[in-house]
C-alpha cells in the first residue's frame, strides 16, 4: 500500500527567515535554506570568495549589499554550509550581523529580493523534520513546536492588526470582493441585464486601494521607529534619577550619577532595543529656568530633544511634590506623547505617592525604582506596546511593523498595478481578474483567506442574475 | 424476492444525464453494464431548459467529450441553435451554448445507449440498495426483484423524494409527470448516510401559437457554429430563434400581492434553493428597485409548438401564474400549457464521498449527478462520467482516476464538493477554477483526450486527429517564433517596436490589434490551416505571459497536490492540530495534502503539522 506513496519532501524553494529571537541582543541570524541559497547569497554579499565557491562549512567576512548595487548594509559573518550536514539538510547560509533588528530586516529584505521566500513559522524545523534530519520519534514534538511557532506568530500578528490596521487591511479586501464581483459577473453571465460598475470607477477604486496601501508601506519603510529607532527622550527636574534611569534601562552604567543637581549638561543619547523594538534614548540635562549660561545651554538643548521625541519619559521624584520648574515643564511636553515615571518609590511616603499619583490620574504613570532597578521591565513593555501602536503623525496614521504583512502588501500591490496596466490597456476582463485575485489573496495571508464563496455571495447580493 | 439470472459488473441507477454518461463509460469499458430507468421514455430528459452548455458548462461538455463522453455528441446532434458566449472577452471564458430539441436529445441519447455493446436496459423502479458487509451488491425494485452486480453507480437526480409545489399544492413527484423515489433515500439514511433537502424550480411552458413574436426581439444563434463533439462531423442546418422579452411593474404587482400564495414565501418550501437560478418572485422580492427582469422564450423543438420561459421560474399558484405572465409584451394572449413548479428533493451532502465519487460508507457504491447537490445537465454529465470510470477501474483494482484542479472543470466540480460540500446547489461558474486561462473550451482535447483514449472511450480515429492536430499546432507556433519580419511592415509601431528592426511574428502576434489573420498578408510562407487550429495558435501565443504564469502556478499548486495521504492514515491519535482542523480532516479524509490544504478550518500551520505526522507514517 505505501509503496504507492511518496514520501513527503518539499524539494522546493528557498526560505530565508530572522533566527534570533529579536530583541536579544548581540548577534542577530539571518538563515537561508534550500536549493538556490547560495545563488542568492552570491548576489547579496561582498566579500573575498563568493558563497557559491567557498567550501563547505566556513566562515567569510563581509558585507551584505542592496541587490544589484553595492550599497552597503551592514558589515557580516557569512557561513556556508552544504548539504547533508545542515540542519535543513539543504544548502544553507547563515548571514551573522551584530546590527539593530532594523538591520537584520533589510538584510532579510535583500534575501528576500534576490529570490527567497519568507519561511513560515517553523519551517526550518518542518524541513529538518521532512528531509531526515530529525528522528522520526521526535515527530510528535516537532508537531508540537511548529504549532506553538504558529500560533506564537499569530498571535503577534494579530496583536499588530488591532484598530486601525485591520480596520484598514478589511475595507481594501471588501472594496476588491466589490470589484472583483463586478468583474465575475460579467464573465459568468455575459447574457444578463446588469449595470456593472465601469472602467473609470473600478480604475478610481483601485487608484484608492492602492494608494491606501502605499501609506501604509510607507509608514514601514520610512517609518522612522525601524529606521532610527524609537526616540525616548527622558526628561525631569535636576537630581529625579534620570541618568540612573537610562542606565537601568540599558542595564550599563553609561551616563555619571551623582547626588549632586546637575549633573548631566548636555544630551547624552544610546542605542537600545525594547522587545524587538528598536530604540534610542535620550538622557537630558534636569529641566530648571535659570540664569546660568551653561544651564541654560542646556535646557536649550532639552527643549530641542522635546521637540524631536516620539516619546517622553518624565522622571518625577516620588519623595516630593512638583514644584514650580516641573509645572512649566509639564507646559512643554503637554502635546506631546508622554509617560510620567515616579521614581525613588523607595523614598516616597505613602501620602506623598497617592498625592502624585491623584495628580496624574488620566496620565500613563510608571513606579519605579532606578537604583534598585524595579519596575523596569514593564516600563520597557509600555513603550514598545506604544510603539506598536505608534502614531505616526498623529493622524490616525499606522504603522505597519510585521514584515511578513509587508511583504503580503507588496505583492498585493503588485497584483493591483498589473490589474490597473491591463485595464488601461483593454484587455478582456479575466486577465484583469487574475491579477486582483493575487492581490486579494496576498491581503487575505494578513486577514484571513478571501475564497470563490465570498465573490459569489457579493455577486449575488449585489447583481439579480440568473434565469 | 426473485434474482435476476445474470449477475452484472455494474448497475446503474437512473438514465439522467449522469447516468447515461456513466453506463456508456462503463459498457465502453468492458463492463456488463445495466442500465436502469423508471421510465424508458424519458431516458435523458432535459427537466429544465432546453439548452446544453453557457459559462463553464460548455467547458464542462467538452472536457466530457474528451474523455469520450456522449453528451456534445447528442448535443449537436439534437441542436436547434448553437452561439458562442463571451466572444467579445478573451478566449478562456468563451463558452458553447445550444438550443437542443428535448425529443431528439432523448432519442438520440437512448439511441447510443441501445446500440452500445455491454449495455443492458431496462425499465424499473429501484427501491433499495442491496448493501452487504458494508459493500454494495446490487439492487432490489419495487416488484421485488433483485438484480446482483459489484458495483452500484447511484443517479436519481431529484427523484429521491421530490415534492413538487405549485402554490399551496403540492404532491411527490420525481419531475412533473413521473413517479418519485421513496425509499431509496430512507434506506440509505438507515444505513447511516446524512440526507439534505435542496429545491429547484422551472417556469412554465407557452403556446408558442399564442405568442404575439413581433412584440418580442429575437436572438440569433451564430451562423458558422462550431460542434462540441470531436466526433462530429456536420451540424444540422437548424437556425432556430430565441426571442427576449421583459416583466415590467405590472407583473411585479401581481406577484408581490400574491406572496401569500407562494409556497417559497408562506414557508412550506423549506429546501434551499441556487441563488444562481433565483425565481421570478425572488428577483421581484429581492431587488424592488429593478424595473424588468429579462426572459427569454426558447423553443422546446422542431416538432412542436411549445416555448420555455427562461427567467421565469417560479412555485406561485397557477392561475397567478398565468395572470402575471399575461402581463408580458408578446404574452398577452398567451395559454400556458404546463405550470412552472419548484421541486424538493433529497441529496446526499457530497463530503461523504472520496474524489473517486465511491461513498465513503459503503465500498462500490457510487453517487454522482443531482444527490449530490449539484445542479445542471453538465455537472450531471460530468460526474457521471468520472463515477463511470472510476467504478470500473476500482473493479480492474487499477489506480483511481481523479482530475486536479489544474487540469479540468471537472477537477474543480469534485473536488469542491467532496472537500467543501454545498449549501444550494452548486452549479459550476468559471470564477471557481483558479486556473482559469488554461481551463479553456479549445483545449480541452490537449488536457483529457489522452485519458479518454488511455481508458478506451475514444476511438483511435479521434486520437490520430488529435495527434496530427497537435503536431501542426506545435510545428506552427515554433515557425511563428523563427519567422522575422521587418518592423516597417506594421503601419503603426509600439513604444517597444520603435527599438527592434526585425520581429518575430509571434512578437507581432502579442500586440494587441494585430490577429493570427493579419500575419498571413506579411508572412509570405504562411500556410492555410484550419480555423480551429488558427485560433488555438493565435490566443497560445497572443496570451503566452499570462498563460506562462498561470503554469507558474500550477506547478506550485501540484506540489501539495502530489503529497498523498494513503487512506490508512488516521488523525485520532495525532498531536498539533486545532481541535476544529482535526475533526475535519477526519471528516473529509483527504486524498492529498493539497485537497487538505482547501478544507476550510484548516490553516497552513495544521498542514505542516500534517506532513509531519505524514512522514513519520509512511516512512514506518
Ligand atoms: N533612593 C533612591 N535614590 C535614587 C533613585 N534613583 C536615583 N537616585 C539617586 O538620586 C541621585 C541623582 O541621580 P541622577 O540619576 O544623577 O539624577 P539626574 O536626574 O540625572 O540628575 P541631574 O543629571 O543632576 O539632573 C543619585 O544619588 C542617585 O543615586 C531611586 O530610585 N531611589
Ligand atoms: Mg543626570
Redesign the pocket.
Known amino acids: 500500500m505505501k509503496k504507492n506513496f511518496k514520501s513527503t519532501s518539499l524539494d522546493e524553494d528557498t526560505i530565508a527567515a530572522i533566527s534570533t529571537p529579536l530583541g536579544e541582543g548581540g548577534l542577530g541570524v539571518v538563515r537561508i535554506s534550500g536549493r538556490e541559497a547560495f545563488v542568492i547569497a552570491d548576489k547579496i554579499f561582498r566579500g573575498k570568495v563568493k558563497p557559491s565557491k567557498a567550501p563547505s562549512h566556513t566562515v567569510h567576512y563581509g558585507k551584505v549589499v542592496v541587490l544589484n548595487t553595492d550599497e552597503e548594509i551592514d558589515e557580516v559573518l557569512l557561513t556556508v554550509m552544504h548539504p547533508p550536514k545542515t540542519y535543513t539538510k539543504e544548502p544553507l547560509v547563515e548571514i551573522s550581523s551584530h546590527g539593530s533588528s532594523f538591520i537584520l530586516y533589510k538584510i532579510l529584505n535583500q534575501a528576500k529580493e534576490a529570490g527567497a521566500r519568507l519561511a513560515n513559522p517553523g519551517e526550518f524545523t518542518l524541513r529538518a523534520f521532512l528531509n531526515g534530519r530529525i528522528d522520526l520519534a521526535q515527530a510528535e514534538a516537532v508537531a508540537e513546536l511548529i504549532k506553538a511557532k504558529t500560533d506564537l506568530s499569530l498571535k503577534v500578528a494579530l496583536s499588530h492588526l488591532k484598530g486601525e490596521l485591520s480596520f484598514k487591511l478589511n475595507s481594501f479586501r471588501e472594496n476588491l470582493i466589490e470589484i472583483l464581483a463586478n468583474l465575475e459577473v460579467q464573465i459568468d453571465f455575459p447574457e444578463e441585464d446588469l449595470e456593472p460598475k465601469d472602467k473609470e470607477y473600478i480604475l478610481k477604486e483601485l487608484d484608492n486601494i492602492k494608494g491606501g496601501i502605499d501609506k501604509l508601506l510607507d509608514t514601514y519603510d520610512e517609518g522612522k521607529i525601524l529606521k532610527d529607532g524609537l526616540r525616548v527622550v527622558i526628561v ?12 537601568a534601562l540599558l542595564k550599563e552604567e553609561r ?11 548636555d544630551v547624552i543619547s544610546e542605542d537600545a532595543n525594547f522587545k524587538g523594538v528598536p530604540v534610542r534614548l535620550f ?1 537630558t ?2 529641566f530648571r529656568v535659570s540664569k546660568d549660561t551653561i544651564e541654560a545651554e542646556g535646557i536649550k538643548r532639552t527643549k530641542l530633544e522635546i521637540g524631536k521625541a516620539d516619546m517622553i519619559l518624565w ?1 518625577v521624584d516620588a519623595s516630593s511634590g512638583l514644584d514650580k520648574d516641573e509645572l512649566e515643564l509639564e507646559k512643554q511636553i503637554e502635546s506631546f506623547k508622554h509617560v510620567v515615571v515616579l ?5 516616597g511616603s505613602e501620602d506623598s505617592i497617592s498625592k502624585l499619583l491623584d495628580r496624574f490620574e488620566n496620565k500613563i504613570y510608571k513606579e ?5 532597578r524595579e519596575g523596569i521591565e514593564d516600563l520597557i513593555d509600555a513603550v514598545a506596546k506604544e510603539a506598536i501602536t505608534f502614531d505616526r503623525d498623529a493622524n490616525g496614521d499606522v504603522v505597519l511593523s510585521n514584515f511578513r504583512h509587508k511583504d503580503a502588501l507588496l505583492r498585493s500591490k503588485e497584483g493591483l498595478s498589473k490589474a490597473k496596466k491591463s485595464l488601461t490597456e483593454k484587455l478582456s476582463l479575466e486577465f484583469i481578474a487574475l491579477d486582483l485575485r493575487i492581490a486579494l489573496d496576498a491581503i487575505g495571508e494578513i486577514i484571513g483567506k478571501t475564497v470563490t464563496e465570498d465573490i459569489l455571495n457579493k455577486i449575488f447580493s449585489d447583481f439579480c442574475v440568473g434565469k | 424476492m426473485i434474482t435476476y439470472e445474470e449477475k452484472f459488473d455494474i448497475i446503474v441507477v437512473g438514465a439522467g444525464h449522469a447516468g447515461c454518461e456513466a453506463a456508456l463509460a462503463c459498457a465502453r469499458m468492458g463492463c456488463k453494464t445495466l442500465l436502469l430507468t423508471s421510465n424508458k421514455e424519458t431516458i435523458a430528459q432535459m427537466s429544465c431548459n432546453p439548452a446544453v452548455g453557457g459559462l463553464a458548462k460548455g467547458q464542462l461538455v467538452k472536457e466530457i467529450d474528451a474523455l469520450g463522453g456522449e453528451m456534445g455528441f447528442i448535443t449537436d446532434k439534437a441542436g436547434i441553435q448553437f452561439k458562442t458566449l463571451n466572444k467579445k472577452k478573451g478566449p478562456a471564458v468563451w463558452s458553447s451554448r445550444a438550443q437542443c430539441d428535448r425529443v431528439l436529445y432523448r432519442v438520440y441519447m437512448r439511441e447510443s445507449l441501445e446500440n452500445q455493446k455491454n449495455l443492458w436496459l431496462k425499465q424499473a423502479i429501484v427501491t433499495e440498495v442491496l448493501i452487504d458487509n458494508g459493500k454494495a451488491k446490487g439492487i432490489l425494485t419495487n416488484i421485488n426483484s433483485a438484480y446482483l452486480s459489484d458495483v452500484v453507480i447511484l443517479v436519481c437526480g431529484t427523484f429521491l423524494n421530490g415534492l413538487i409545489h405549485i402554490g399551496l399544492e403540492n404532491f411527490p413527484a420525481g419531475r412533473a409527470g413521473e413517479f418519485p423515489s421513496l425509499t431509496l433515500s430512507d434506506k440509505l439514511k438507515e444505513y447511516g448516510f446524512e440526507v439534505g433537502r435542496l429545491k429547484t424550480g422551472t417556469p412554465p411552458r407557452l403556446d408558442g401559437k399564442t405568442i404575439d413574436f413581433s412584440k418580442t426581439i429575437p436572438q440569433y444563434g451564430d451562423e458558422n457554429p462550431k460542434p462540441f463533439s470531436l466526433k462530429t462531423k456536420k451540424l444540422p442546418e437548424r437556425h432556430y430563434l430565441c426571442h427576449l422579452t421583459h416583466t415590467n411593474g405590472e407583473t411585479h404587482k401581481i406577484i408581490l400581492a400574491n406572496l401569500d400564495r407562494s409556497p417559497l414565501y408562506s414557508g412550506v418550501i423549506k429546501g434551499i434553493g441556487p441563488r444562481y437560478c433565483p425565481s421570478i418572485e425572488d428577483k421581484v422580492v429581492k431587488f424592488r428597485g429593478k424595473p424588468r427582469h429579462q426572459l427569454f422564450l426558447e423553443p422546446e423543438g422542431e416538432n412542436t409548438t411549445e416555448y420555455y420561459v427562461n427567467g421565469f421560474a417560479t412555485s406561485l399558484s397557477e392561475d397567478v401564474q398565468l395572470k402575471a405572465i399575461r402581463t408580458v409584451s408578446g404574452l398577452e394572449k398567451v395559454e400556458m400549457t404546463r405550470p412552472g413548479y419548484a421541486i424538493e428533493y433529497d441529496f446526499f451532502p457530497p463530503t461523504q464521498l472520496n474524489p473517486t465519487l465511491e461513498t465513503k460508507l459503503v465500498e462500490n457504491l457510487f453517487f454522482a449527478g443531482q444527490i449530490n447537490g449539484t445542479s445542471g445537465y453538465e455537472e450531471a454529465g460530468a460526474q457521471g462520467i468520472m463515477a463511470g470510470i472510476n467504478a470500473v477501474l476500482k473493479l480492474r483494482k487499477k489506480p483511481p482516476f481523479v482530475l486536479k484542479r489544474c487540469e479540468a472543470y471537472i477537477g474543480v466540480l469534485i473536488d469542491d464538493l467532496v472537500t467543501k460540500g454545498t449549501k444550494e446547489p452548486y452549479r459550476m461558474f468559471t470564477s471557481r477554477a483558479e486556473h482559469r486561462l488554461v481551463l479553456r473550451e479549445d483545449n480541452a482535447d490537449q488536457r483529457l483526450l489522452e485519458y479518454g483514449y488511455k481508458f478506451g472511450l475514444v476511438s483511435e480515429k479521434i486520437y490520430l486527429e488529435f495527434k496530427k492536430r497537435k503536431g501542426i499546432i506545435e510545428n506552427e507556433k515554433k515557425r511563428l517564433k523563427k519567422v522575422k519580419v521587418s518592423v516597417s511592415v506594421f503601419g503603426k509601431l509600439t513604444e517597444d517596436m520603435e527599438n527592434h528592426k526585425r520581429v518575430s511574428l509571434a512578437y507581432a502576434l502579442k500586440i494587441p490589434d494585430i490577429t493570427y489573420k493579419d500575419l498571413a498578408k506579411i508572412d509570405k510562407d504562411s500556410k492555410e490551416v484550419p480555423q480551429r487550429i488558427a485560433e488555438q495558435v493565435e490566443l497560445e501565443i497572443k496570451y503566452e505571459g499570462y498563460i506562462k504564469r498561470q503554469n507558474q502556478e500550477i506547478e506550485k499548486f501540484k506540489r501539495l497536490e502530489s503529497m498523498l495521504i494513503p487512506p490508512d492514515f488516521k488523525y485520532d491519535e495525532l498531536t498539533g492540530f486545532k481541535h476544529e482542523a482535526k475533526e475535519k480532516l477526519k471528516d473529509v479524509n483527504p486524498i492529498s495534502v493539497g485537497q487538505a490544504s482547501r478544507i476550510s478550518g484548516v490553516s497552513p500551520g495544521d498542514i505542516a503539522v500534517l506532513m509531519v505526522h505524514l512522514k513519520k507514517f509512511l516512512s514506518k
Open positions: 525631569g527636574k535636576p537630581n529625579v534619577g534620570k541618568s540612573s534611569l537610562l542606565n551616563a555619571i550619577v551623582t547626588p549632586v543637581p546637575g549633573t548631566t549638561r538622557d540635562a534636569g522622571v521614581n525613588k518609590i523607595d523614598l519605579i525604582c532606578a537604583i534598585k
